[in-house]
């Protein structure tokens, strides 16, 4: 009873938080057209880590100097504030999110890039992003294309980085999600993963209230060193050196 009461005034403040933020956001979207749209949702991402108590630690230097993409592996709805309380940059999603109530609309205010991912579609999709770096913007790619049980990364799908392997070549720096600790202690079973990760066919608005009843998670971000494609590198080179680095992390072999 008292964690379903705890859970409720999470909502409440998640609630109020959105509709404190998003009327100015609109106004920002409405003036401006460049970085300053960002620092409105770089402050939302702090306030929902805060009300759902999710501590963010980071390892690494992040990029922040030029325009590049961040090669993310992925695990839940949950990674969006932990990473986008950490950088001021544009996600990548697939195009059914901007339909989602509420979460839809949130992410068109954040700038979110919206993207077909067919394998048929993908190729012209990515490359029509190359306008949000020509406007110095940098972008978040989850690359695996769907997420994880938490405790593992798999390959990483080429065809999202023919953005970066084209003839104006963008840098990319790798960056592995780690779930450290559910509730404050350490992960032994995939329960507790469960209570963070969201995958497979699992409800939306369930996983939610769950994790709303919970005492949050800790989630960690590594910040691998960036690395430019060269002219000999294809997308699916490109790929391969992002996903090395990030599964290294997890001290694996590559799964497919």
């Keep these: 009873m008292i964690r379903s009461s705890i859970a409720f005034l999470k909502i409440c403040a998640f609630l109020l938080w959105c509709l404190l933020c998003v009327p100015p956001q609109l106004l920002v979207k409405l003036i401006f057209r460049n970085q300053v749209v960002h620092a409105l949702p770089y402050l939302w991402h702090k306030g929902i880590c805060f009300i759902f108590r999710i501590k963010v630690q980071v390892e690494g230097n992040i990029d922040t100097a030029r325009p590049l993409l961040y090669a993310v592996n992925h695990f839940s709805y949950l990674d969006i504030p932990v990473l986008g309380s950490r950088l ?5 999603a697939k195009k059914e999110v901007a339909g989602w109530p509420v979460f839809g609309f949130l ?4 700038n979110t890039a919206f993207i077909d991912r067919r394998l048929t579609a993908a190729k012209a999709e990515m490359q029509g992003l190359q306008g949000y770096t020509d406007h110095k913007r940098r972008l978040i790619l989850f690359p695996e294309g769907t997420s994880t049980e938490g405790d593992h990364a798999i390959a990483f799908r080429s065809n999202f980085f023919e953005i970066c392997a084209g003839k104006e070549k963008i840098p990319i720096q790798p960056v592995s999600l780690s779930l450290v600790a559910i509730e404050n202690m350490g ?6 993963r469960d209570l963070y990760a969201w995958y497979g066919d699992m409800d939306l608005a369930p996983h939610l209230w769950s994790f709303a009843k919970s005492k949050g998670a800790t989630v960690k971000l590594t910040f691998h060193a960036p690395f430019l494609p060269t002219s000999e590198d294809d997308r699916k080179s490109v790929a ?3 996903e090395q680095a990030v599964h290294n992390v997890f001290g694996q072999k590559r799964v497919l």
């Design 88 to 92: 001021v940059a544009c996600f990548i």
């Design 240 to 242: 391969l050196k992002a």
């Design 187 to 192: 992960i032994t079973t995939q329960k507790q």
């Design 107 to 110: 992410s068109k205010l954040q």
